[in-house]
């Protein structure tokens, strides 16, 4: 026989207050999905293992664009965890992970603006545009900024060395790079 009165705890308005650290890392760890010139890997910083739990639970159902979402296995330091969400490294990814910033407004104390975004040793404010900046938003722009290298780059990333990318040999895209200063 069925319980009528099934038990259903999901997460409220402001749930995770003090829980959540404001910044968001990008690409620090391999997709378990695909490829890392394919799949953007964002992390967050949790508080609690049961609200790690809760949170990946949020990803998973709530947003159709996530492939993955999972909790670091162990805890870093006492009682404080990592959440991983994978989703496709694609043009509109910066808009895609400042909806999931902006949403998590509702559930922590935090708003957009408030943010930080961890890529490649650096910090900066999060923004849709300082992110599609920064972080390569295609799997051709990924390549092209870390070449053939991209599994040695990331052992460099991890050994705090410098990441080789790969030389631009065409004549009007180093002219543009020079009027970009990059």
């Not at 947003?63 to 043009?91: C, H, M, Q, W």
């Not at 902006?102 to 603006?113: A, C, K, M, R, Y």
């Not at 930080?116 to 650096?122: F, R, V």
Request: proline share 4%.
């Amino acid at each position: 026989m069925l319980d009528k009165h099934l038990l259903s705890e999901s997460l409220s308005y402001k749930d995770m207050v003090g829980l959540i650290k404001p910044t968001i890392h990008i690409d620090e760890f391999s997709s378990k999905m695909g490829d890392d010139d394919d799949i953007v890997v964002a992390s967050f910083f949790v508080r609690d293992a049961q609200a790690a739990k809760d949170l990946v639970v949020w990803f998973e159902k709530g947003y159709d664009f996530i492939l993955d979402a999972s909790r670091s296995p162990g805890e870093l330091k006492p009682n404080r965890y990592l959440v991983y969400v994978e989703l496709r490294r694609r043009s509109d990814t910066g808009k895609k992970i400042y909806e999931l910033i902006d949403d998590l407004g509702t559930l922590s104390e935090w708003q957009p603006n408030e943010w930080t975004m961890h890529y490649n040793d650096k910090e900066y404010p999060f923004t849709v545009d300082q992110f599609d900046q920064v972080v390569p938003r295609t799997a051709r722009e990924y390549r092209n900024k870390y070449g053939d290298e991209g599994d040695l780059n990331e052992m460099r990333i991890a050994a705090g060395l410098k990441v080789h990318t790969k030389k631009v040999t065409d004549p009007e895209l180093k002219h543009l790079q020079a009027l970009a200063r990059i």
